[in-house]
């Protein structure tokens, strides 16, 4: 194992650190529990945002807090839930008056932490909502997860709520337009390498010379199946085809397409996919109104990508457009 | 090889149709020879800026065309230099009739090419002015190049640049600030794994299972030396070091730091490296003002990262803060 790293059990810290070193205009870090919180929360009369998960799956989430999008993010070990207490000191340190929003990733360790996090701040008095996401739809039960996992389209959750939050809209409305973002949002990935946890040392599974796993978790979960490396084209309509029948997304829908990097993919690849992923939405009738193309929801270093579309309607549009001003996402600040 | 691309010689190709199909409202694409432009361009009474080099550092140079930065890029093969008549068709497109700044990386090629450029486009009355980077303190000849090799603080120069010819500067203003920047930036790359060039199919060198190379040039280009991986300290020292005693950087001095991977790296490790850098910079009595962190001159898919540092004068700052849009850096826009 090589990697930038100075101490397998550091990394995390060390992370942060370095994150809270780069950016005290956006974000400050607290320490033992891991929270980044947006530099002026809590924010008076908005809603607070806070996502959270194992780490390891940079920029999300801490490079998405800061205005616009959440107001906090706890990190976990590396592919490891952070603590209900995590959870708990985030939503408290967010908490603006008019109540906290969790989005929450489905994986059960994250779930069970969140659900107990959500019942301490109500004994606190604090009004909380959650809201799930659940995209991935490679597998329905997984290796953490009972029912489909939350993958990329948390980052569009993140942002499009984000922008409503800022826009004062109130814990109801800003949950009803997450929930809608998660329901109209599909996903999946595949992977050319498996990763390595600092703490494991070791590959999270073997991938022969010429194979691909299609339908990989960001865990390197299992996914549908391995087959031989083919061209891009190929592995677009593997990942495209089950994501528009799965919605359905059908001729007119106006979309927003993410390709997304896992974290080791270079940006040169990445645009070779999405010339792909706009074709086989054109042929679908699909009108690519916006788009996101990056390493943004990640798995170490992992090469391979995932593709989230999601439909839109007006709100969510208005909201992706809105100003975001974050370490990984800047637009209008 | 396992890469997301249709077939070698497409690549370059693809991944500008993808930019395209993602950026209508940054950028267009011209074919055979290849060149994105800045979709407004030529933008009158304001100095064209352009620069190129070979694929494969994406997002340079493509991916910082936008208001605020380039005018043009002129895309080789991958780790092969364009054409003079593609850096002489993009001169013209972005000549507004201030002149046109060619940024030109030290590669043998690059530098010829971009010469040859110049004449064409003096001969047919555009005035030229070309601006040298030469900052990796790494090596002094190379295997591309007499001289330092150009590297990060090319990112910093096409930034910088970019910003006082939005603001009307003239060629000359332009071109010496540039030069400025280049003068007072120092830079050192490091790697833990080499890439593959997809005409070759085979790694760029090899390195051993626990070896990384401190100096790695852009194209896999020979360092100092190798040695056996230590904590993500002591390879911020390996890089630090020369990069400080070089100019020299002095205590009091204000710089921006730029923390760059090299394509296959992680945020997470980037940050890590972060947090030691300012470590170090500290020691050295350096106020970091300014900082950039991620993937923006990279080489494929190697693992690794370089720093540069950037001596900070008043105009640079400014400069520095100015909005950009573009499809790689966004801000105030």
């Given at each position: 194992m090589k990697k930038l790293i100075n101490a397998p059990d550091a990394v995390v810290a060390d992370s942060l650190r370095g994150m809270e070193a780069a950016h005290p205009d956006l974000i400050r870090v607290q320490y033992g529990p891991n929270i980044v919180i947006?530099?002026?929360?809590?924010?008076?009369g908005k809603v607070g945002i806070i996502s959270g998960g194992g780490s390891?799956?940079?920029?999300?989430h801490g490079g998405f807090v800061g205005m616009g999008m959440l107001d906090a993010a706890c990190p976990g070990e590396v592919f490891t839930s952070p603590t209900p207490d995590q959870m708990q000191e985030a939503t408290k340190a967010v908490d603006g008056g008019a109540g906290v929003l969790h989005i929450v990733k489905n994986y059960t360790g994250d779930v069970m932490n969140f659900d107990m996090a959500a019942e301490l701040a109500k004994s606190e008095d604090i009004e909380v909502e959650s809201v799930l996401t659940n995209d991935d739809v490679a597998v329905e039960d997984s290796l953490y997860t009972a029912g489909r996992r939350g993958v990329g389209v948390t980052v569009l959750v993140e942002k499009i709520a984000g922008g409503a939050a800022e826009d004062r809209k109130s814990l109801r409305e800003v949950a009803e337009l997450a929930t809608r973002v998660n329901a109209n949002g599909r996903s999946m990935g595949m992977a050319l390498t498996p990763c390595i946890t600092p703490a494991s040392g070791s590959p999270s599974f073997e991938l022969g010379d010429d194979e691909v796993e299609i339908g990989i978790g960001i865990h390197g979960e299992p996914g549908r199946f391995r087959e031989k490396i083919g061209p891009a084209s190929q592995i677009a309509e593997r990942l495209m085809t089950p994501i528009v029948e799965d919605l359905p997304f059908n001729s007119g829908d106006k979309v927003l397409v993410f390709m997304n990097g896992m974290g080791g993919t270079p940006l040169i690849e990445l645009y070779v996919m999405y010339d792909e992923v706009a074709k086989i939405a054109q042929e679908h009738g699909l009108s690519i109104e916006r788009n996101l193309i990056g390493n943004f929801i990640t798995s170490l270093e992992m090469q391979g990508c995932s593709i989230t579309l999601l439909k839109l309607d007006d709100e969510m549009t208005h909201y992706w457009d809105a100003p975001v001003h974050t370490p990984a996402l800047r637009k209008g600040a």
């Open positions: 947006r530099k002026d929360a809590p924010v008076s390891g799956h940079e920029p999300m």
